[in-house]
């Protein structure tokens, strides 16, 4: 603002809208119980830049208004005021248009966008009573006209009338040959479905966090001290790692709380104090685990979303019968491996826990006046232990220990033990267990996964390949390859990708309509709203080319940027189109207009342009 108006004391009108713009979203997050957060903060930052391109219109309007000779502070602020205000309205209201169907989003993702929608709305509502009430008084009062300027100023105005000038040329250029300008842009909108399809797209950009998790597996069955020592080695990877600050560890935290399963949360020092990314440090931990003898492990991101593993890719395999689901998820990894573009694949099937199966003669029972459950009751005493009673050892502390009766250590070491324990008949007498019952050494499941009340296996895997790419293949793998009555669904962060590009898109073509409604309204024409409308597929393309370019991904928050630059391109297009409808009621023609509307229009559009990169 300083460096386009050249006065220290509009700058300082232009930065009074900021703070009262922005206590009016604070206002609006603590009456509607919200709290500062990542959506509310970022949405609190994106206002800073946001909330000042009404009072930067009005702001310049004025100050052009005040150039005029013979001015003073009071006539240039009301008429300066007055050729903004129709503008002025219409953007914010356009604005609040694009962004309020977020708010009425579903799915996961829509719950943390809900805050920032409204903090944005409310914002930018607040922003535009401050241009037309804030100020309007502060230029009337403060304002000073046809003050003197010093070198840099003059030296920086003449190099904007130059700029002005030029774009003036420009303009009557592309008047000349608009047909030619229409050709080009049909060609740039069609192509952009091209670069569209190079850029990837998942869930969330990749984040450094500052920490990792690393999900470890032995074979099930496996004993705690075997797991323990299984454990401490993947524990020595990560010590040689210069980059982990801490770790903590954890064994039997699974679903099915076994000891074969452990994981480890990675802290990483402060980014000032390492050269590496936590990416980086994740493949290089993947590669020192992968040669641990008996040991799966698999380092991820920790997941943004609470209650998910942090591998981009989880998906689950759903089938009639449990068999088959085993079979036919062997037969899906295998290919998927061979694929080579799907990562490290974890499949969560917990079917081979070693048993001991109890066959028990009922004859031989009942001729002794024993039961199953007498069987039942005595194994499950010793070998699991049951409470028979509390402990208390300070009265009325409240702190109560359970009493359990179980075998002594090392009593039940081996399973050839159980057929040493001894059953007491109902005449006194005892019967040992071999006597009336045999034991089979066997495996079965240790969890038994269903999705959707079908039998499945859950995979997870980072792939190498963008989250939605990687998505797209899986399912084109997997029709090809499993047999009728088995499917594979996408789950946790993939599925909410999916459901989240559904209601982004619902989401678009709602403010679209709305937009629409608002211009419609505001210009009085079904025509002219359309021309607004042209420009918002060009900035979406350049957006997408900026993605493309820097080698990001398109994600929730570059969606939420696509959606406010759909609502920033059609402000500066309103403050162009206004300002010629006005010149063409002074009965100028069309092109005229135009070549007088676009160069005054310049300056604010900049302005607002910049203000919103900076910030």
């Given at each position: 603002?300083?460096?386009?108006?050249?006065?220290?004391?509009?700058?300082?009108?232009?930065?009074?809208?900021?703070?009262?713009?922005?206590?009016?979203?604070?206002?609006?997050?603590?009456?509607?119980?919200y709290?500062?957060?990542?959506?509310?903060?970022?949405?609190?930052?994106?206002?800073?830049?946001?909330?000042?391109?009404?009072?930067i219109?009005?702001?310049?309007?004025?100050?052009?208004?005040?150039?005029?000779?013979?001015?003073?502070?009071?006539?240039?602020t009301i008429?300066?005021?007055n050729?903004?205000?129709?503008?002025v309205?219409?953007?914010?209201?356009?604005?609040?248009?694009?962004?309020?169907?977020v708010?009425?989003?579903?799915?996961?993702?829509?719950?943390?966008?809900?805050?920032?929608?409204?903090?944005?709305s409310?914002?930018?509502?607040?922003?535009?009573?401050?241009?037309?009430?804030?100020?309007?008084?502060?230029?009337a009062?403060?304002?000073?006209?046809?003050?003197?300027?010093g070198?840099?100023?003059?030296?920086l105005?003449?190099?904007?009338?130059?700029?002005?000038?030029?774009?003036?040329?420009?303009?009557?250029?592309?008047?000349?040959?608009?047909?030619?300008?229409?050709?080009?842009?049909?060609i740039?909108?069609?192509?952009?479905?091209?670069?569209?399809?190079q850029?990837?797209?998942?869930?969330?950009?990749?984040m450094?966090?500052?920490?990792?998790?690393?999900?470890?597996?032995?074979?099930?069955?496996?004993?705690?001290?075997?797991?323990?020592?299984?454990?401490?080695?993947?524990e020595?990877?990560?010590?040689?790692?210069?980059?982990?600050?801490?770790?903590?560890?954890?064994?039997g935290?699974?679903?099915?709380?076994?000891?074969s399963?452990?994981?480890?949360?990675?802290?990483?020092?402060?980014?000032?104090?390492?050269?590496?990314?936590?990416?980086?440090v994740?493949?290089?931990?993947?590669?020192?685990?992968?040669?641990i003898?008996?040991?799966?492990?698999?380092?991820?991101?920790?997941?943004?979303?609470g209650?998910?593993?942090?591998?981009?890719?989880?998906?689950?395999?759903?089938?009639?019968?449990?068999?088959?689901?085993?079979?036919?998820?062997?037969?899906?990894?295998?290919?998927l491996?061979?694929e080579?573009?799907?990562?490290?694949?974890?499949?969560?099937?917990?079917?081979?826990?070693?048993?001991?199966?109890?066959?028990?003669?009922?004859?031989?029972l009942?001729?002794?006046?024993?039961?199953?459950?007498?069987?039942?009751?005595?194994l499950?005493?010793?070998?699991?232990?049951?409470?028979?009673?509390?402990?208390?050892?300070?009265?009325?502390d409240?702190?109560?220990?359970d009493?359990?009766?179980?075998?002594?250590?090392?009593?039940?070491?081996?399973?050839?033990?159980?057929?040493?324990i001894?059953?007491?008949?109902?005449?006194?007498?005892?019967?040992?267990?071999?006597?009336?019952?045999?034991?089979?050494?066997?495996?079965?499941?240790?969890?038994?996964?269903?999705?959707?009340?079908?039998?499945?296996?859950?995979?997870?895997?980072?792939?190498?390949i963008?989250?939605?790419?990687a998505?797209t293949?899986?399912?084109?793998?997997?029709?090809?390859?499993?047999?009728?009555?088995?499917?594979?669904?996408?789950?946790?962060?993939?599925?909410?990708?999916r459901?989240t590009s559904?209601?982004?898109?619902?989401?678009?073509?709602?403010?679209?309509i709305?937009?629409?409604?608002?211009?419609?309204?505001?210009?009085?024409?079904?025509?002219?709203?359309?021309?607004?409308?042209?420009?918002?597929?060009l900035?979406?393309?350049?957006?997408?080319?900026?993605?493309?370019?820097a080698?990001?991904?398109?994600?929730?928050?570059?969606?939420?940027?696509?959606?406010?630059?759909?609502g920033?391109?059609?402000?500066?297009?309103?403050?162009?189109?206004?300002l010629?409808?006005?010149?063409?009621?002074q009965?100028?023609?069309?092109?005229?207009?135009?070549?007088?509307?676009?160069?005054?229009?310049m300056?604010?559009?900049?302005?607002?342009?910049?203000?919103?990169?900076?910030?």
């Open positions: 603002v300083l460096a386009f108006l050249r006065n220290l004391r509009a700058t300082a009108i232009i930065s009074a809208a900021i703070p009262v713009s922005l206590l009016g979203a604070v206002a609006a997050i603590y009456f509607l119980g709290t500062f957060n990542t959506m509310t903060l970022l949405g609190l930052l994106l206002l800073i830049g946001v909330v000042v391109d009404d009072a219109v009005v702001l310049e309007s004025v100050f052009r208004h005040g150039e005029d000779p013979g001015a003073d502070a009071h006539s240039a008429a300066g005021t050729e903004v205000t129709m503008a309205v219409a953007a914010t209201l356009t604005l609040v248009s694009i962004f309020a169907p708010i009425f989003m579903q799915g996961m993702i829509a719950r943390m966008f809900e805050a920032f929608a409204t903090v944005v409310v914002g930018v509502l607040v922003s535009l009573f401050v241009s037309l009430t804030l100020t309007p008084m502060l230029c009062r403060h304002r000073r006209l046809h003050s003197g300027e070198p840099v100023a003059r030296r105005g003449a190099w904007l009338d130059a700029l002005e000038g030029g774009y003036r040329r420009v303009v009557a250029y592309t008047l000349r040959v608009r047909w030619s300008i229409v050709l080009l842009t049909v740039a909108v069609l192509s952009s479905g091209w670069l569209f399809g850029i990837g797209k998942g869930l969330f950009p990749e450094d966090e500052g920490y990792f998790m690393v999900t470890v597996k032995v074979p099930l069955g496996s004993s705690i001290e075997h797991a323990s020592e299984r454990l401490a080695r993947v020595e990877v990560l010590k040689r790692q210069p980059e982990v600050e801490g770790y903590f560890s954890t064994i935290q699974g679903q099915a709380a076994q000891v399963e452990a994981s480890v949360i990675v802290h990483l020092k402060p980014w000032r104090e390492r050269r590496a990314s936590q990416q980086e994740i493949d290089r931990v993947d590669a020192e685990l992968s040669g003898a008996g040991v799966e492990a698999f380092p991820s991101p920790a997941s943004p979303i209650g998910m593993r942090g591998e981009p890719l989880h998906f689950v395999l759903v089938g009639p019968e449990l068999d088959g689901v085993a079979r036919q998820a062997h037969r899906l990894r295998e290919r491996l061979a080579g573009t799907l990562g490290k694949l974890d499949l969560d099937l917990q079917l081979a826990l070693p048993q001991l199966e109890l066959s028990v003669d009922r004859e031989q009942a001729a002794a006046g024993l039961s199953g459950g007498d069987v039942a009751m005595a499950g005493v010793l070998a699991g232990g049951w409470d028979v009673a509390n402990y208390n050892d300070v009265p009325g409240g702190e109560r220990y009493i359990r009766l179980k075998a002594a250590p090392g009593e039940l070491a081996r399973a050839e033990d159980l057929s040493r001894w059953l007491r008949t109902a005449s006194g007498e005892l019967l040992r267990l071999d006597s009336v019952a045999s034991l089979r050494r066997t495996v079965g499941p240790a969890l038994i996964g269903r999705y959707d009340l079908q039998y499945a296996a859950s995979f997870y895997t980072a792939p190498t963008p989250e939605a790419e998505g293949r899986l399912l084109r793998i997997a029709r090809e390859l499993l047999p009728p009555g088995y499917d594979v669904r996408l789950a946790g962060r993939a599925d909410e990708f459901k559904k209601y982004m898109l619902l989401t678009f073509v709602t403010a679209i709305l937009v629409y409604m608002v211009l419609a309204s505001q210009f009085n024409s079904f025509i002219q709203p359309l021309m607004v409308m042209v420009a918002q597929p900035a979406i393309i350049g957006g997408v080319f900026a993605l493309w370019a080698g990001s991904t398109l994600n929730v928050f570059s969606m939420i940027g696509l959606v406010l630059l759909v920033l391109v059609a402000k500066n297009s309103i403050l162009l189109i206004d010629t409808n006005q010149l063409r009621a009965g100028r023609s069309i092109d005229a207009a135009l070549t007088e509307a676009c160069p005054i229009r300056r604010p559009v900049l302005m607002t342009s910049l203000t919103i990169i900076l910030a």
